[in-house]
């Protein structure tokens, strides 16, 4: 486990790397003997630093929420990260939202589901039915995916370790919203599917079935995961619920447009 004066260090970096847009080498190469535990601590005084900023937290991301995703990361549970109001972009519809790629090292993009909450929910012991009855509603959102800590290692070029990924701030930098709503026991949650293309090439289809079986399942979770930290999700907070695609690499220039069929239909554009 790491000292205090390591994690504030460690979150030290993170801040300029984002401030610079230049990442920062593999804190587990640097660190062997850091933990999960350790990236969470990580992750909470890098959000603390941006708190004291002026920024505020809206919610929360979920991220490896896929059974494959986990493997390849040698966990067997999603991991987490903070949304901030800084990373918030709002689509309106029929129109194509401009992004400056400036903000982002690396951006990837994902497709989502959001859970937009009406009530506090409160762990350890929070289940599918509680989630249900606190949300207002479900909406399509893209997560915009980045790399303070670099992805792979300048000079070996191994992957980062998932220690590394949450500490990043579970690689979370934005947020696109703005598509249609939807009562989130009113659909079939599984069964909500996206198409995703860039630049008029279907990149990416998926269903929320990808994400643990039903995207509620990991608004449960969370809200469990948070509660030893003295942490609960919050009335009026979004929650992304995890990808259900691949994410796609973005550049300047690129445009996306994600079709959500029924819940309607975001474009965006990276300039």
């Known amino acids: 486990m790491l000292t205090s004066e390591q994690i504030d260090q460690l979150a030290d970096e993170l801040h300029q790397s984002e401030t610079t847009r230049t990442p920062v080498e593999h804190f587990s190469k640097r660190f062997p003997v850091m933990t999960i535990e350790d990236g969470y601590r990580i992750s909470r005084a890098w959000v603390a630093r941006?708190?004291?900023?002026?920024?505020?937290?809206?919610?929360?991301?979920?991220?490896?929420?896929?059974?494959?995703?986990?493997?390849?990361?040698?966990?067997?549970?999603?991991?987490?990260?903070?949304?901030?109001?800084?990373?918030?972009?709002?689509?309106?519809?029929?129109?194509?939202?401009?992004?400056?790629?400036?903000r982002f090292i690396a951006p990837r993009v994902e497709v989502e589901l959001a859970f937009i909450l009406n009530k506090d929910l409160q762990g350890p012991d929070v289940d599918v039915e509680q989630v249900l009855a606190a949300t207002e509603y479900v909406t399509p959102a893209i997560e915009i995916i980045d790399a303070r800590i670099e992805q792979f290692d300048r000079h070996t070029k191994a992957m980062r370790k998932v220690f590394d990924t949450i500490s990043d701030n579970a690689a979370n930098a934005g947020i696109v919203v703005g598509a249609g709503r939807a009562d989130a026991r009113a659909i079939d949650r599984p069964w909500v599917g996206a198409i995703l293309r860039q630049n008029g090439v279907v990149e990416e289809t998926g269903l929320a079935a990808g994400v643990q079986g039903d995207p509620a399942i990991g608004i449960a979770w969370l809200a469990n995961k948070l509660a030893p930290w003295g942490e609960s999700l919050k009335a009026g907070q979004i929650v992304l619920a995890g990808s259900f695609t691949r994410p796609v690499t973005a550049k300047v220039g690129d445009l996306f447009e994600a079709d959500y069929g029924p819940l309607g239909k975001m474009a965006f554009k990276f300039v």
């Open 50 to 102: 941006q708190i004291a900023e002026g920024r505020q937290v809206i919610g929360h991301k979920i991220g490896l929420t896929s059974r494959a995703m986990q493997q390849a990361s040698q966990i067997d549970e999603p991991d987490y990260g903070t949304l901030l109001d800084s990373m918030l972009f709002t689509c309106q519809p029929g129109e194509v939202l401009e992004i400056p790629a400036q």
